[in-house]
């Protein structure tokens, strides 16, 4: 970073230290990753210069000769990888994405069904305070209080009697399989389009290592930083071109500009690395990861959401230890372990100081951290955690120590691209 370092010394410091941030923090966050030196290369390429708005071979600037050929190398990896038709790889992030298919298939006031934001759901799949949940007419569905799964009868009940336009499948903190062939059939019976999010399981269904919605969801959606561990950007899917126009016209002009091809180009170098058999390997490995933490946790007596996991994330509500999510969550912080306080289902508290905190597998199985890891993993926030309940005084003597040791098992995993 010379250049930069001479320009902006300041933001070279930042930067700088927030590299060594990653580097020292067991990263536990279900939705984040490290990705390869190939994919931050490409990220911070010349590419960020160029104006693409359209799409290959029909753009609306001059100059398109590498754009297009980028462009078209990732869309076909993207087909290639997930056995898709169809494949748009603009959108900006997951939120735009979401954002698309409503602009491809519904009307302002048209009715949507997602997942309830609290049982895991997205914002974009209607919550009130989204965009999704005001212009459109939302109805919910959740998980059942003695599973923590999703109840499909229920969601069939629902929709038979909302008669939605599009069905949402798919969320931000569902550590089950989500049943892609029952939502299937479900939005067939009442003539709504069924779109899976599968923004945090893509790199497990790349991998092989969770079900595919390909087949079965009219659309796919996704991100492309999570578990696929691309740079920070989103695609759309279709499994037939029936959808195909109506995707690509609500991405552009429908709701963005130009792309931003330096993402492109480096969502197309994730996709390859995907293509792997060591990225298979990565992706089963992130599952074993989360069950054997699960596993660990519940053995200290944690209160698992669904009782444990079938893919690399893991929810638990903190009550029966007898404190929130939100101070468990910054005491973790503070030992090195980055979690994030999370409501669980029927949280009773309030979603800035909710009673649960969401783990993932993604990031420390990148570190090439095993199951051995995950069991000392489990024990530091048990350990954490447990002190915490007792008190501040007692908590810091034992984040103190905790933080020692996270430094030396970080030190021995070094994280890609860093
Ligand atoms: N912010 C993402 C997550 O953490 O799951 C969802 O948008």
Known sequence: MSSLSSVDPQIAELVKAEERRQADTVKLIASENYVSKAVLEATGTVLTNKYSEGYAGKRYYEGQQVIDQIETLAIDRAKSLFGVNHANVQPYSGSPANLAVYMAFLNPGDTVMGMGLPFGGHLTHGWSVSATGKWFNPVRYGVRKDTGRVDMDEVREIALR??????????????????????????????????????HIAGLVAGGAHPSPVGHADVISTTTHKTLRGPRGAMLMATSDEHATALNKAVFPGLQGGPHNHTTAAIAVALKEASTDEFKAYARQVVLNAQALAEELKGRGFDLVSGGTDNHLIL???????????????????????????????????????????IGTAGVTSRGMGVAEMRQIGAWIDQVVTALAKGEDEAEHVIGRVHAEVLELTSQFPAPGL
């Open 162 to 199: 909302e008669r939605p336009k599009l069905i949402f499948c798919g969320g931000t903190a569902i550590p089950r399989t989500i049943d892609f062939p029952a939502f299937a059939e479900i939005a067939r019976e009442v003539g709504a389009v069924l779109a899976a999010d599968i923004a």
């Open 316 to 358: 638990f509500d903190l009550t029966p230890k007898g404190i929130g999510g939100k101070p468990a969550a910054q005491a973790l912080d503070r030992a090195g372990l980055e979690t994030n306080y999370n409501t669980v289902p029927f949280d009773t508290r309030k979603p800035f100081d909710p009673s649960g905190i969401r």
